[in-house]
């Protein structure tokens, strides 16, 4: 599927992301890796996150079962599935927020098991539903927070200029406080927290699934445009299938710590591969 039309099961066909923003000051990768940098630059086509054979246990419960994934250079998978299924667990296992069991995990084709936990976590974007802002920092110091942390003299301006790329103006935005924002708002500057220290992947937990539905589809488009423009390695966790096969160019279908089924959204509609991958789509009135 071409990188920049996304199947859309409300519209039946193809839609393009926004191109608007266009404008704004560019945010893009730097040419050299810095010294300190722990993440190789990957290459397109090459495998960003990997999970071999995963299994986490929380008690009794098995929320990973031997789960297997592969997210390459330049791509956005979602996971889908039920509470319960293992979506989030699966997310929180690739920055190490979370350890697993058993088996191995791979960013930039690096076991992190090997890796410092907290540089590993400052050079991975995350956005969590609630957007996670500081209340006590204004909008351009919780957005500068992660190239700070990394000691960049140019935080201030890579704040900046990712404030622009998600749509607010530095200049309206940048001393405004998180209680003044509209929760629109607030989730554009999580999202550009995300991106000021120029990570290469990025994992986004319920990102838009608090908003409401004229603001999560203007969030929803933003979000796309920045993917292509930037070149993202992204891993989004959503409940929302329609919303899945608007973002993702592949749709993981987790089920009891199991991934059923991953395929292009339209592969997925076609040829669902599992009883409770088709019961999925027909609950939420997606027709094949």
Excluded at 262 to 270: H, N
Aim: aromatic content about 4%; hydrophobic content about 45%; glycine content about 8%.
């Amino acid at each position: 599927m071409d990188k920049r039309t996304r199947y859309s099961p409300m519209l039946g066909r193809s839609r393009s992301p926004r191109t608007d923003l266009a404008c704004a000051p560019r945010l893009e990768h730097s040419t050299t890796a810095r010294p300190d940098r722990i993440l190789p630059r990957a290459e397109i086509g090459d495998p960003v996150l990997e999970a071999r054979g995963v299994v986490k246990r929380f008690g009794a419960v098995t929320a990973l079962d031997g789960v297997s994934l592969t997210v390459r250079h330049g791509e956005c998978v979602a996971l889908v599935g039920e509470s319960g299924s293992g979506k989030t667990t699966l997310l929180r296992v690739f920055n190490r927020t979370l350890i697993p069991d058993g088996g191995e995990v791979l960013v930039g084709g690096r076991d992190i098991a090997r890796l410092d936990a907290v540089r590993l976590r400052r050079e991975i974007g995350f956005v969590q539903q609630d957007g996670g802002l500081l209340p006590h920092w204004d909008v351009l110091r919780n957005a500068a927070l992660v190239p700070w942390l990394q000691g960049l003299t140019d935080s201030r301006s890579r704040a900046q200029a990712a404030l622009a790329r998600v749509g607010l103006s530095p200049e309206a935005f940048e001393d405004r406080w998180p209680r003044r924002l509209s929760g629109g708002q607030r989730q554009r500057v999580a999202i550009a927290r995300a991106l000021a220290a120029d990570p290469e992947v990025v994992l986004l937990d319920e990102p838009f699934g608090a908003l409401d539905a004229i603001t999560r589809a203007e969030l929803q488009e933003t979000f796309r445009a920045l993917v292509d423009g930037l070149r993202l390695t992204v891993l989004l966790v959503t409940h929302d299938l329609r919303e899945a096969f608007l973002l993702a160019d592949r749709v993981a279908v987790m089920w009891n710590g199991l991934v059923e089924q991953v395929a292009e959204p339209s592969a997925l509609m076609d040829a669902p591969a599992s009883a409770y991958v088709e019961r999925l789509l027909q609950r939420v009135r997606v027709e094949r």
